[in-house]
């Protein structure tokens, strides 16, 4: 294989795409079988079928038990506001966002405390490396299905002696950083949100639903307090393919 070139089963995933766009099969169409696809493209069934696997992820194919492949109704391709606003309304920002598209917006989360701080989260939350943190990975869901992940971390210097140690536990469980930094205490007036495009790694792939090496959105997010301290920092990782992300700001009123 020639360096970089893209796997067999990429290209015949890349072609089968080009020819469904292009009106070849239209929604409801039966796709020919397997085994005519494969000789077609010359590759064996193994590469046809993980072609067809990564377009019915995509949403563009579904398969049919004991009958074939057919073409799909496109799925919708959704919005997803980043606000201030909603870490203002006493609720998890997630499901606020979740409520205004009609959908349950649930939550699986894991915490670890005494996590030392790697290097980048250190620099990120202005403490040394290997200070102790508390490490929350989330899977967030809507109606049941995978919207983005994210990895938090928190100084334990902070949270530690309190209540809300543990984001999903205790009387604040689920209330947001904002809110449950609140509640002890501390008031968090600024977010700085960078994000860039990446590719999917295979653990991102499996928790979300999609391939590996797919176009995804990681949002590296800091909470501060009104001192400028960093209290919260977290990577955010969206789904490219499903979710698109839009940035709401409000805007000064004029004055003469």
């Not at 999917?200 to 090496?213: D, F, M, R, V």
């Amino acid at each position: 294989m020639v360096p970089d070139e893209p796997p067999p089963y990429l290209k015949v995933a890349d072609d089968l795409r080009r020819r469904l766009t292009g009106g070849e099969w239209t929604v409801g169409d039966k796709l020919p079988s397997r085994a005519q696809l494969a000789a077609h493209y010359q590759v064996g069934p193994n590469v046809l079928q993980k072609a067809q696997e990564r377009l019915i992820v995509e949403g563009l194919l579904e398969g049919r038990s004991g009958s074939g492949t057919y073409v799909r109704a496109p799925r919708e391709r959704r919005r997803l506001v980043r606000s201030r606003h909603r870490e203002q309304r006493g609720t998890s920002p997630f499901k606020a966002a979740m409520d205004e598209l009609g959908v349950s917006g649930s939550w699986d989360a894991h915490s670890q405390a005494r996590t030392p701080a790697p290097d980048g989260i250190a620099q990120r939350l202005g403490i040394a490396p290997g200070d102790l943190c508390v490490r929350t990975a989330y899977e967030f869901l809507a109606d049941g299905q995978p919207v983005q992940t994210s990895v938090s971390w928190e100084p334990m210097a902070i949270t530690g002696d309190t209540p809300v140690l543990l984001p999903e536990m205790g009387p604040m469980a689920g209330k947001g950083v904002v809110e449950r930094m609140r509640s002890i205490g501390i008031d968090v007036d600024e977010a700085v949100e960078v994000p860039r495009p990446a590719r999917a790694t295979q653990a991102q792939a499996n928790l979300l639903g999609i391939s590996l090496g797919d176009l995804v959105l990681v949002i590296e997010r800091t909470f501060y307090d009104s001192d400028g301290r960093p209290v919260e920092t977290a990577d955010i990782v969206v789904p490219d393919v499903r979710w698109e992300v839009a940035y709401e700001y409000g805007v000064l009123p004029r004055t003469e």
